[in-house]
Protein backbone atom coordinates (compact mmCIF):
# COMPACT_ATOMS: atom_id res chain seq x y z
CA UNK A 1 0.00 0.00 0.00
CA UNK A 2 1.32 3.39 -0.90
CA UNK A 3 1.65 5.69 1.70
CA UNK A 4 2.79 9.13 1.43
CA UNK A 5 2.22 11.16 4.79
CA UNK A 6 3.49 14.92 4.98
CA UNK A 7 3.81 17.13 8.62
CA UNK A 8 4.87 20.06 9.95
CA UNK A 9 3.92 23.05 8.04
CA UNK A 10 2.42 26.05 9.59
CA UNK A 11 2.68 29.83 9.37
CA UNK A 12 5.69 31.51 9.75
CA UNK A 13 7.15 35.14 9.44
CA UNK A 14 9.53 35.79 6.64
CA UNK A 15 12.89 35.11 7.78
CA UNK A 16 11.44 31.93 9.99
CA UNK A 17 12.25 28.34 9.73
CA UNK A 18 10.37 25.26 9.20
CA UNK A 19 11.17 21.67 8.95
CA UNK A 20 8.85 19.12 7.00
CA UNK A 21 8.86 15.53 7.68
CA UNK A 22 7.55 13.03 5.36
CA UNK A 23 6.98 9.86 5.81
CA UNK A 24 6.72 7.21 3.27
CA UNK A 25 5.67 4.00 2.87
CA UNK A 26 9.40 1.58 1.47
CA UNK A 27 7.65 0.77 -1.72
CA UNK A 28 8.33 4.15 -3.03
CA UNK A 29 11.22 5.11 -0.78
CA UNK A 30 13.84 2.04 -0.92
CA UNK A 31 14.05 2.64 -4.74
CA UNK A 32 13.62 6.03 -6.21
CA UNK A 33 15.24 9.04 -5.39
CA UNK A 34 13.13 11.23 -3.21
CA UNK A 35 11.92 15.00 -3.57
CA UNK A 36 9.92 17.75 -2.25
CA UNK A 37 7.51 19.68 -4.45
CA UNK A 38 5.32 23.02 -4.21
CA UNK A 39 2.43 24.12 -5.40
CA UNK A 40 1.35 27.50 -4.91
CA UNK A 41 -2.40 28.91 -6.21
CA UNK A 42 -2.76 28.79 -10.06
CA UNK A 43 0.98 27.44 -9.88
CA UNK A 44 1.76 24.26 -11.21
CA UNK A 45 3.29 21.83 -8.58
CA UNK A 46 7.22 21.64 -8.71
CA UNK A 47 10.28 20.27 -7.88
CA UNK A 48 12.34 22.29 -4.49
CA UNK A 49 14.52 19.30 -3.56
CA UNK A 50 16.08 16.04 -4.56
CA UNK A 51 17.83 13.14 -2.72
CA UNK A 52 18.72 10.63 -4.25
CA UNK A 53 19.38 7.14 -2.46
CA UNK A 54 23.21 7.78 -2.00
CA UNK A 55 22.28 11.08 -0.70
CA UNK A 56 23.08 13.03 -3.02
CA UNK A 57 21.28 16.50 -2.86
CA UNK A 58 19.95 19.22 -5.44
CA UNK A 59 17.91 21.96 -5.57
CA UNK A 60 16.87 24.73 -7.75
CA UNK A 61 18.41 28.74 -7.59
CA UNK A 62 14.89 29.79 -6.04
CA UNK A 63 15.75 27.66 -2.58
CA UNK A 64 19.24 26.98 -2.78
CA UNK A 65 21.10 27.77 0.30
CA UNK A 66 18.02 28.25 1.93
CA UNK A 67 16.45 24.11 1.99
CA UNK A 68 18.08 21.11 3.39
CA UNK A 69 16.45 17.87 2.24
CA UNK A 70 17.59 14.85 4.40
CA UNK A 71 16.44 11.12 4.12
CA UNK A 72 16.31 8.42 7.11
CA UNK A 73 16.61 5.42 5.55
CA UNK A 74 15.77 3.43 8.88
CA UNK A 75 12.55 5.42 8.89
CA UNK A 76 11.52 5.26 5.63
CA UNK A 77 11.39 9.35 6.02
CA UNK A 78 12.11 11.99 4.08
CA UNK A 79 13.11 15.64 5.82
CA UNK A 80 12.82 19.15 4.41
CA UNK A 81 14.55 21.48 6.54
CA UNK A 82 13.37 25.43 5.61
CA UNK A 83 15.36 28.53 6.50
CA UNK A 84 14.79 32.42 5.55
CA UNK A 85 11.24 31.68 4.42
CA UNK A 86 10.67 34.33 2.22
CA UNK A 87 6.58 35.06 1.49
CA UNK A 88 6.77 33.47 -2.11
CA UNK A 89 7.82 30.04 -0.33
CA UNK A 90 3.94 29.88 0.25
CA UNK A 91 2.49 26.72 -0.94
CA UNK A 92 1.18 23.30 -0.07
CA UNK A 93 4.39 21.13 0.05
CA UNK A 94 4.46 17.56 -1.08
CA UNK A 95 6.86 14.58 -1.29
CA UNK A 96 7.11 11.96 -3.84
CA UNK A 97 9.57 9.74 -5.66
CA UNK A 98 11.51 11.51 -8.04
CA UNK A 99 10.47 12.10 -11.28
CA UNK A 100 6.69 12.26 -9.92
CA UNK A 101 3.65 12.26 -12.29
CA UNK A 102 0.52 13.60 -11.97
CA UNK A 103 -1.08 10.91 -12.27
CA UNK A 104 1.32 8.84 -9.39
CA UNK A 105 -0.73 8.82 -5.72
CA UNK A 106 0.03 11.85 -3.95
CA UNK A 107 -0.51 13.14 0.08
CA UNK A 108 -2.30 15.51 1.24
CA UNK A 109 0.30 17.75 1.22
CA UNK A 110 1.29 20.51 4.21
CA UNK A 111 0.49 24.06 3.65
CA UNK A 112 3.25 26.64 4.40
CA UNK A 113 2.11 29.87 4.66
CA UNK A 114 4.91 32.77 5.35
CA UNK A 115 3.22 35.98 6.07
CA UNK A 116 5.54 39.33 5.14
Known amino acids: QVQLEESGGGLVQAGGSLRLSCAASRSIFSINAMGWYRQAPGKQRGLVAI???????NYPDSVKGRFTISRDNAKNTVYLQMNSLKPEDTAVYYCNKVPGYEYDYWGQGTQVTVSS
Open 51 to 57: ITNGGST
